[in-house]
């Protein structure tokens, strides 16, 4: 089974030639994504292997299935960036990795909270500076404070436990209530209630048509004044011009960050020499109240080792022709 994985990092490559010892799978590393302009690369591949910037649109699909390709392995949970309907046409398999690691997303949740409100990434810098002033260093108290999740799936689940850990209070928005998160202090909400009482807003959604910019002007404008707003599930759920706007009228009072719109362009890749053409980043990152990071809340060890084990396993249930619960395709998920 010949494999091309595209989006290869050097950590990529560490994890795979550790858990791929017997070399039972043949894997090419490609450093550049899968799109369009790449997808002949996939020649004499019998299967590939991409991340969440990869755009597997129509005419990317139509090039690799013509080129022999017949799975598709996405070693991550998110599937938006693929033509669900259009893969299933061409009879291509595709996998997933549903869970790596909850807790990873969900504790990098909490650290965007924790240095936006405790200001710690300032304080380090200042100090190294022999800058010991507590000026514009004031944050707030957690405890008691009221904070809204919207999707409670596994790692919107995860992160009210670690809020209420904190001893917040958690109001949570999402069409499947979850009974032990209930019974444990969690009070599901409508989406508005959520919008309008919570001081933190965190967004543990999937990026599909109906939450394609969930936070827009409209319900931007219900939230409480100075709240803050995390992102660590996709871009797309916050049109960014939007919450510009509310950054700079002081409605959005903190913005954490871990996934942005517009980020194929940019995240994952060591721009430091470049010119940015993006002013849409650089105008948020300009603001002191901002904080960005590059998609890195999957990133730590216990998630890559799943990750990596996982799409191995995917690759030997495509070989044996069982089923998995890994499968995605349009009919599974627009089944009734
Ligand atoms: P999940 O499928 O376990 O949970 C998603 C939850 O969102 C479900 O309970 C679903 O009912 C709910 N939901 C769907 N539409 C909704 C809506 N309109 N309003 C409220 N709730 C809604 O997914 P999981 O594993 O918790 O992941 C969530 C998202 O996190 C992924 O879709 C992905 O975009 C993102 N993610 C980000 C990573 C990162 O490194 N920053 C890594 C892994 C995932």
Redesign the pocket.
């Known amino acids: 089974m010949k494999i091309a994985v595209f989006s290869t990092k050097k950590y990529d490559k560490e994890f795979f030639e550790n858990y791929n010892k017997d070399g039972n799978v043949n894997l090419t590393y490609f450093e550049v994504a899968l799109k369009e302009q790449t997808a002949n690369l996939t020649q004499g591949f019998d299967g590939i292997c991409t991340f ?1 910037n990869d755009k597997l649109d129509k005419k990317t699909l139509e090039t690799i299935h013509s080129n022999g390709i017949k799975l598709i392995l996405l070693r ?3 599937f ?1 960036n693929v033509d669900l309907k259009v893969a299933e046409d061409l009879g291509l398999k595709i996998y997933r990795v ?3 690691s ?1 807790h ?2 969900a504790e ?1 949740a909490l650290a965007l909270i924790l240095t936006l409100n405790r200001k710690t990434h300032k304080a380090y810098n200042r100090v190294r500076e022999g800058n010991f002033s507590l000026e514009r260093l004031r944050g707030f108290d957690l405890y008691k404070k009221t904070v809204g999740v ?9 992160f009210c436990s670690i809020m209420l850990g904190m001893g917040c209070k958690i109001l949570a ?4 209530e ?1 009974e032990d998160l209930k019974e444990k202090g969690v009070v599901y909400v409508s ?1 508005n209630e959520l919008l309008e009482q919570s001081d933190i807003v965190s ?6 048509d ?2 394609f910019h ?1 936070m827009n002007e409209e319900s931007i404008q219900k939230l409480k004044k100075g709240a803050m707003v995390i992102n ?3 871009g797309a ?1 916050i049109n960014t011009l939007d919450i510009l706007e509310a950054l700079k009228d002081g409605r959005v009072g903190y913005l954490g960050i ?2 942005y719109e517009q980020e194929e362009k940019l995240f994952f890749n060591d721009l430091s020499e470049s010119i940015i053409k993006d002013d849409t980043i650089m105008r948020l990152i300009s603001f002191p109240n901002v904080l960005i990071t590059s ?5 730590t060890n216990e ?1 890559l080792k799943q990750i990596t084990n996982v799409t191995l396993s995917n690759i030997q249930t495509y070989l044996n022709g069982t089923s998995t619960e890994n499968e995605v395709s349009y009919s599974l998920m627009h089944k009734a």
Do not use: E, M, W
């Open positions: 969440v991550c949970a998110g938006n549903p869970a790596y909850p990873a997303v990098h919207i999707g409670t799936g596994k790692i919107g689940s995860a928005h999402d069409a499947y979850n989406k967004l543990h959604c999937p990026l599909t109906d939450t969930l660590t599930s996709r759920l871990d996934v998609h890195q809340g999957f990133f998630a």
